[in-house]
């Protein structure tokens, strides 16, 4: 585990990304980070929040008492269960780079945010400002949807295509499953176009299990005349799987299921949580 480890969390203040707030401080206990909690001004967002309220008076004062008052509440239930510590920052700028920029400014080792914002046309994919960040960041990026709440994973789901990086990867997962004593499910889903037989898939799960030191992981190997994206959300349904995590590579899974129209077809994935691991 790194030093110091540092998760920074930005939010709207929409319901999304309180969920988000939530996982923050939860893994924060764990990790014994530092936590930030970070938001850029949007005038439009103001305007949403402190609609109706005729004492939020200057609307900047009333997202820095809205910070302050989240700062509070995070520090109060999570300091004394592990969390090192929590501030909450206000930069302006354009959302998705003044993200990225601070997260590179405190060396951030993960960033937590919700899969959209108040300002997002709900649709079944992921919201335009949370994609860009997984996109262009440099960190691991922890996603959460609307309407899902902390509970300690069961079972996290790794979909992978068998890359050299996996095996410093699958380490990264597994300090993550060993705080909740959680099972992991390293799953390869090909379809008609790119098969890989059980010969080869031995071949490498035996230079994958080295480098595990842990005894509830599981190797699997599906085939689904689908789309891969579709055949791995059809496994995360019948596994039952609480996260899914994903090696974010040029023409990976992460492009697979959510860049493309095929996103728009999957339900599942906006009602579980992403973890995408961009620093392998």
């Known amino acids: 585990m790194a030093n110091n480890f540092k998760i920074l ?39 949403k929040l402190s609609a109706g309220d005729i004492n939020s008076g200057d609307q900047y004062s009333f997202i820095q008492k809205k910070l302050e008052n989240l700062v509070n509440t995070v520090r109060e239930e999570s300091l ?10 206000i930069k302006e700028g354009k959302t998705v780079k003044t993200i990225l920029d601070y997260s590179e400014e405190i060396n951030a080792d993960l960033i937590v945010m919700g899969t959209e914002g108040i300002n997002d046309f709900k649709q079944n994919y992921i919201g335009t400002r949370s994609s860009k960040v997984v996109e262009r ?6 996603i959460i949807p609307r309407r899902v709440y902390f509970k300690p994973p069961r079972k996290l789901v790794y979909a992978t295509d068998y890359l050299e990086e996996d095996k410093i ?15 992991i499910d390293i799953v390869h889903v090909s379809s008609r176009e790119k098969t890989i037989d059980k010969t080869l898939h031995q071949i490498m799960v035996q230079e994958i299990e ?43 899974w992460f492009e697979q299921i959510f860049t493309h129209n095929l996103s728009r077809k999957m339900s599942y994935f906006i009602n579980k949580p992403l973890l995408v691991l961009k620093r392998a």
């Open 9 to 47: 969390c930005p939010t709207d203040f929409s319901e999304c990304s309180l969920n988000a707030i939530e996982y923050a401080s939860k893994l924060g206990e764990q990790y014994h980070a530092d936590l930030t909690l970070f938001h850029v001004p949007d005038k439009e967002d103001y305007q």
């Open 80 to 89: 004394n269960k592990g969390l090192n510590s929590c501030k909450g920052i």
């Open 137 to 142: 960041s440099e960190i691991d990026v922890f």
């Open 169 to 183: 990867a699958i380490q990264k997962i597994v300090e993550l499953a060993k705080f909740y004593g959680s099972e």
């Open 210 to 252: 080295p480098f595990i030191k842990y005894n509830k992981v599981n190797y699997v190997l599906k085939s689904y005349r689908d789309e891969p994206g579709l055949g791995l959300e059809n496994y995360l349904i019948t596994a039952k799987g609480d996260i899914l995590v994903t090696l974010s590579k040029k023409k990976s």
